[in-house]
């Protein structure tokens, strides 16, 4: 085997082991054991309960509006809380980094000053306030939310994954996104789901909606699934769909009973042939 040959096999090599080992090594440092995992949920939204890994910083502005910036290498877990206090819960390992302050506007204002060279850091928040009506959160690695919560406005920006908890329950959430890859919603409880992205895409599987509206244009994916095995399972009261830019649309194995479409002429749009006539209908 020729020299340059060998030297290629080993820089691909290298290209897959090196990512494989930097995140091993940051789960091991960041790892807990199981146990200590469900004692930290049972004390995590009690705001004045000592929460091991966490560290409280009390606030003495209150505030219904979030800011958080983080970074392309940051893996961020975000739970709010509504409660009669004002603070949050900084997950250990980054409590020193980070800033949080409420501006002249009533807007919590979050970011961290670590280390820019950093190849991945772990950060999760835990948000407590009387009312939280908006959560907006630019660059991440990954986002993950944990809410309970009668409705709440959500802008994301540049998110190369994001996902919601398994226990969380939205009445009303609006989402507003931009340059997000990855965002995926399974098996969770939100009634009323307004989607406005750009550039983004989005995947939900095992969830019904009373309402589910959905605006995408640039480069957008969007795909509800329902069960195969039994397509009646999950269901859609009222569905809306628009689209501009080149954009795709996957809707199976859902049960919709009443749909409205507005799809530009580089849609492209895989669904049966009844979902497919109720959006073209009205």
Aim: charged share 20%; hydrophobic share 40%.
């Amino acid at each position: 085997m020729k020299t340059s040959n060998k030297l290629l096999i080993a820089l691909a090599l290298l290209l897959i082991i090196v990512p494989i080992l930097v995140i091993a090594i940051n789960v091991k440092f960041n790892y807990l054991p199981e146990d200590k995992i469900i004692k930290n949920y049972e004390s995590l939204d009690k705001f004045d309960a000592v929460t091991p890994y966490f560290k409280l910083r009390k606030l003495d502005k209150t505030f219904e509006k979030v800011n958080v910036t983080a970074s392309k290498s940051t893996i961020l877990k975000i739970t709010l809380v509504e409660s009669p206090q004002n603070g949050l819960k900084i997950s250990e390992n980054e409590s020193e980094n980070l800033i949080a302050v409420v501006d002249a506007n009533g807007v919590l204002q979050i970011s961290s000053k670590a280390s820019k060279d950093k190849k991945m850091d772990f950060l999760s928040l835990v948000i407590f306030a009387p009312v939280i009506k908006q959560l907006s959160v630019t660059k991440a690695l990954q986002l993950e939310i944990n809410a309970k919560i009668k409705k709440l406005d959500l802008n994301v920006n540049n998110l190369q994954s994001m996902l919601f908890h398994p226990n969380t329950k939205i009445g009303r959430l609006n989402v507003s996104g931009n340059h997000v890859l990855n965002f995926s919603q399974s098996n969770n409880y939100v009634d009323d789901l307004n989607l406005n992205l750009d550039n983004s895409e989005f995947r939900a599987s095992g969830t019904s909606y009373k309402v589910l509206t959905i605006a995408i244009k640039g480069y957008s994916h969007i795909a509800i699934e329902g069960d195969k095995s039994n397509r009646n399972r999950y269901k859609i009261d009222s569905l809306s769909i628009t689209t501009q830019g080149k954009s795709s649309v996957v809707l199976t194995d859902m049960l919709v009973n009443k749909a409205h479409g507005d799809f530009s002429d580089s849609t492209a749009i895989n669904a049966s042939a009844k979902n497919l006539k109720l959006l073209m209908k009205n």
